[in-house]
T-cell receptor, first 116, second 114 residues
Framework: DGGITQSPKYLFRKEGQNVTLSCEQNLNHDAMYWYRQDPGQGLRLIYYSQIVNDFQKGDIAEGYSVSREKKESFPLTVTSAQKNPTAFYLC???????????????FGPGTRLTVL | GDSVTQMEGPVTLSEEAFLTINCTYTATGYPSLFWYVQYPGEGLQLLLKATKADDKGSNKGFEATYRKETTSFHLEKGSVQVSDSAVYFCALSDRGGSNYKLTFGKGTLLTVNP
């Protein structure tokens, strides 16, 4: 089945440690996105990538970094510079042509990060 | 910039009641509009979408009509079920102006009691 996978589902880290969240998709989508969700709030865009080896900052990029070395993978690193990293992180992807509509983003199941 | 305002919850209904969740938007261009649903502990699932004025999106008994004159995209369902309990997000996509970035409302928690 085609889809987006995020791992792990739950992640615990000590304050001051960097942590990397995985996002993989087998939908052959070109664009990928990372969002952060906090309780009672909508989703906020962290980073996005339209093509391999290229990515842009979203609205809340400070304290985060990404890479896009392969089309199917877009890992997010939460660095120690992120002041309040505890949140639910969602990855999404969008196809640019073909079966999937170009303006629709499809989401993974999310990773809940707790910094102790 | 673009923004989405949706009805604050929580909304609590009895099974088979009529549901409306209001959503209005502000956008400079001609956005696509979406409703996503999030079940507890899960990611977002696309519920329905509309891409131009007067389009009606529908899925699983839910409907929403793109109203350009009132900049609205209200979600409705004629008879809710317990399984519809979830958080509902209204969102818009600027369709290329900012690389199809999605702007979300804050979400509305719906609880349906038997």
């Amino acid at each position: 089945d085609g889809g987006i996978t995020q791992s792990p589902k739950y992640l615990f880290r000590k304050e001051g440690q960097n942590v990397t969240l995985s996002c993989e998709q087998n939908l052959n989508h070109d664009a990928m996105y990372w969002y952060r969700q906090d309780p009672g709030q909508g989703l906020r865009l962290i980073y996005y990538s339209q093509i391999v080896n290229d990515f842009q900052k979203g609205d809340i990029a400070e304290g985060y970094s990404v890479s896009r070395e392969k089309k199917e993978s877009f890992p997010l690193t939460v660095t120690s510079a992120q002041k309040n990293p505890t949140a639910f992180y969602l990855c999404a992807s969008r196809g640019l042509a073909g079966v999937y509509s170009t303006d629709t983003q499809y989401f993974g199941p999310g990773t809940r990060l707790t910094v102790l | 910039g673009d923004s989405v305002t949706q009805m604050e919850g929580p909304v609590t209904l009895s099974e088979e009641a009529f549901l409306t969740i209001n959503c209005t938007y502000t956008a400079t261009g001609y956005p696509s509009l979406f409703w996503y649903v999030q079940y507890p502990g899960e990611g977002l699932q696309l519920l329905l979408k509309a891409t131009k004025a007067d389009d009606k999106g529908s899925n699983k008994g839910f409907e929403a009509t793109y109203r350009k004159e009132t900049t609205s995209f209200h979600l409705e369902k004629g008879s809710v079920q317990v399984s519809d309990s979830a958080v509902y997000f209204c969102a818009l996509s600027d369709r290329g102006g900012s690389n199809y970035k999605l702007t979300f409302g804050k979400g509305t928690l719906l609880t349906v009691n038997p």
